[in-house]
């Protein structure tokens, strides 16, 4: 534990300068008390930069004072302990308390903020409907999620419903 960031592993092995961890968990708590959680298959950190942690399979989680959630996964990213930002790339999948599923393809966490924002193009599907843009940012404590740049929004009709329409 360091300030108010706990970590951990369940094995460590040493090759060619490069240090991996077996199933690393990042566990803190943000400037406003939202809690989060970053779990790993395994993290690979060079002895010789040891701010910048590689991570496989990600899995994070947040939580703020609302009750509200987010959660993450990730096939890979870069983690930089200075700044406490991850980086993620590749099939990322974001899901929400309130239903919302995203598709990413490259996004960066500031785990300071509960802030997760892409400048690459987003999917996002919800239960009314669904949102394409080149851009977004979600801030998990404000509940907040705004998207830019060639925004295409479907909203389903509800109410007097008819089976197989929208």
Same mark, same amino acid.
């Given at each position: ?83 406490? /930002?991850?980086? $993620? ?6 899901? #929400? !308390? %309130? ?5 990413? =393809?490259?996004? +960066? ?7 997760? /924002?892409?400048? $690459? ?6 239960? #009314? !409907? %669904? ?5 977004? =940012?979600?801030? +998990? ?26």
């Amino acid at each position: 534990t360091v300030g108010g960031v706990t970590a951990g592993f369940s094995g460590v092995q040493v090759k060619d300068g490069v240090l991996r961890m077996v199933k690393p968990t990042l566990k803190g708590v943000d400037k406003k008390q939202g809690a989060y959680v970053v779990n790993a298959d395994y993290a690979d950190q060079d002895m010789k930069n040891p701010k910048l942690v590689r991570l496989h399979v990600i899995k994070a989680e947040l939580a703020n004072q609302k009750q509200g959630w987010s959660k993450l996964e990730a096939i890979r990213g870069l983690f930089d302990s200075g700044t406490e /930002r991850l980086v $993620m790339q590749d099939d990322i999948r974001l899901s #929400t !308390g %309130s239903g919302l599923v995203g598709k990413l =393809t490259y996004a +960066s966490l500031d785990m300071t903020n509960q802030i997760i /924002r892409s400048h $690459m193009p987003v999917a996002f599907d919800m239960p #009314t !409907g %669904s949102v394409r843009a080149n851009a977004m =940012t979600m801030n +998990s404590q404000t509940k907040t999620l705004t998207f830019r740049g060639k925004v295409k929004v479907h909203i389903k009709k509800v109410g007097n419903k008819q089976p197989g329409k929208d």
